[in-house]
Every structure is written in structure tokens, then in C-alpha cells.
């Protein structure tokens, strides 16, 4: 159980146009998930914190009209790269936090996307 | 803040080596601790927890006990093998804190035969 998916797995685009990823909870319910960016070689940064039906919230630092988030549902949020960009170019993780249960309190993470901007 | 501090790698060890990845954190309160595992190319999995001081995590021969005392949380594995090479992450979430994790820059295992 408590497997998340992302898709695509890696992208490549042009700069200047916008890329969706997409995160879904396949076995569980996750009112909340979080986006996070991955640079070679080093730890993750929590990019923003999704709730479904309500407006994301981003870290300091991250542009929210550049990283648009939408969790319209408990199972599925994603997550636009506006006007992409060479400097975008990372691998994008998310992860869901089950809604209810034992299992609460554990993040559970996609396999990540790797996105390459041309 | 919260904050997690790792040793740093790579880590190098033959085959059936004893592991030890140390991990000290800084927190108010009582955090949940975590080590997660990323292999190359993929996303991190949960490799085991622990949610309050002395309890002890384990999973797939790994271990590692919350020591208040020493706000630490080693990981330990007592034989290691060429399909643990990866990047092993210590994270805590802070009491109250709204679920966020807090990382640490990931310590990678290397090993070999």
C-alpha cells in the first residue's frame, strides 16, 4: 500500500513553455502533499505544501506564479512550470501525507520527474 | 528552526560491512524521525521511523533508535550488501509543525564487493 505516482516520469521542452506534472495517491486519500525540488547531488527543498481545496502554500523564495498548484481532489495534485526555463531544469518529487490512520504522520513520495529545459 | 545534520559521504564499505550513517537533529519539542532511501534515478522511499524518544525503527536489516538525550538517530545495518547503495536521508517533522520534513543533504552508500 501508500504508493504515490507522478507522471510523466521526465520531460523535455523548449524554453518558454509550461509543463504539468501531475501526483496522484493510488491506495490512500492525502488532503495534504508537498512538491519539493532535487539538484544533483543534494537534498531536497520543500518547494509548497498543497491542500486540497484550498490555495497551496509556497516556501519562502519560490515564485508561486511560476509553480502553479492545483490538489483538486484527495487523490491528485500537480504542479505547472510556467514559462519554463533553462535554471528550472531538476527533478521534482511529491509526496502525500495519508488522510486518515495509523499512518498519519508519514509522508509517503512519488518517483519523481525529471524535467530538462532546452 | 529544525534542522538535521547528517555525516557526510560517500560512504564506501565491502560487502557485508557493518553501516553506521550518523544523524544529530535540532528541534523543539518532540519531532518524528525518518530515514529514507533514494536509489539512482527514483523517488525517495521510507526506509523506517521512529516517533518518540527510545523507540527503536527497523526495517530490511536496518535499524536506528531516537536518542533524546543525544537528539541522535544513526542508522545502523549490521551487513551490508551491493543493493543498499544508494542516498540515505534523515528527516525529522517537527511537533505541530503542519507535517513538514526536514532534511538532511543525504549521506550515499557505496558498496562493493
Known amino acids: 500500500g501508500a504508493v504515490v505516482s507522478q507522471h510523466p516520469s521526465w520531460v523535455i521542452c523548449k524554453s518558454g513553455t509550461s509543463v504539468k506534472i501531475e501526483c496522484r495517491s493510488l491506495?490512500?486519500?492525502?488532503?495534504?502533499m508537498f512538491w519539493y525540488r532535487q539538484f544533483p547531488k543534494q537534498s531536497l527543498m520543500l518547494m509548497a505544501t498543497?491542500?486540497?481545496?484550498?490555495?497551496?502554500?509556497?516556501e519562502q523564495g519560490v515564485e508561486k506564479d511560476k509553480f502553479l498548484i492545483n490538489h483538486a481532489s484527495l487523490t491528485l495534485s500537480t504542479l505547472t512550470v510556467t514559462s519554463a526555463h533553462p535554471e528550472d531544469s531538476s527533478f521534482y518529487i511529491c509526496?502525500?501525507?495519508?488522510?486518515?490512520?495509523?499512518?498519519?504522520?508519514?509522508?509517503?513520495f512519488g518517483p519523481g520527474t525529471r524535467l530538462l529545459v532546452l | 528552526g529544525d534542522s538535521v545534520t547528517q555525516m557526510e559521504g560517500p560512504v564506501t564499505l565491502s560487502e557485508e560491512a557493518f553501516l553506521t550513517i550518523n544523524c544529530t537533529y535540532t528541534?523543539?519539542?518532540?519531532?518524528?524521525l525518518f530515514w529514507y532511501v533514494q536509489y539512482p534515478g527514483e523517488g525517495l522511499q521510507l526506509l523506517l521511523k521512529?516517533?518518540?524518544?527510545?523507540d527503536k525503527g527497523s526495517n530490511k536489516g536496518f535499524e536506528a533508535t531516537y536518542r533524546k538525550e543525544t537528539t541522535s538517530f544513526h542508522l545502523e545495518k549490521g551487513s551490508v550488501q551491493v543493493s543498499d547503495s544508494a542516498v540515505y536521508f534523515c528527516?525529522?517533522?517537527?511537533?505541530?509543525?503542519?507535517?513538514?520534513?526536514?532534511f538532511g543533504t543525504g549521506t550515499r552508500l557505496q558498496v562493493t564487493l
Open positions: 509526496s502525500a501525507e495519508p488522510t486518515a490512520g495509523g499512518a498519519r504522520e508519514t509522508q509517503y
Open positions: 491506495d490512500f486519500q492525502a488532503t495534504t
Open positions: 498543497s491542500n486540497e481545496g484550498s490555495k497551496a502554500t509556497y
Open positions: 528541534a523543539t519539542g518532540y519531532p518524528s
Open positions: 521512529a516517533t518518540k524518544a527510545d
Open positions: 528527516a525529522l517533522r517537527g511537533a505541530g509543525t503542519a507535517s513538514k520534513l526536514t
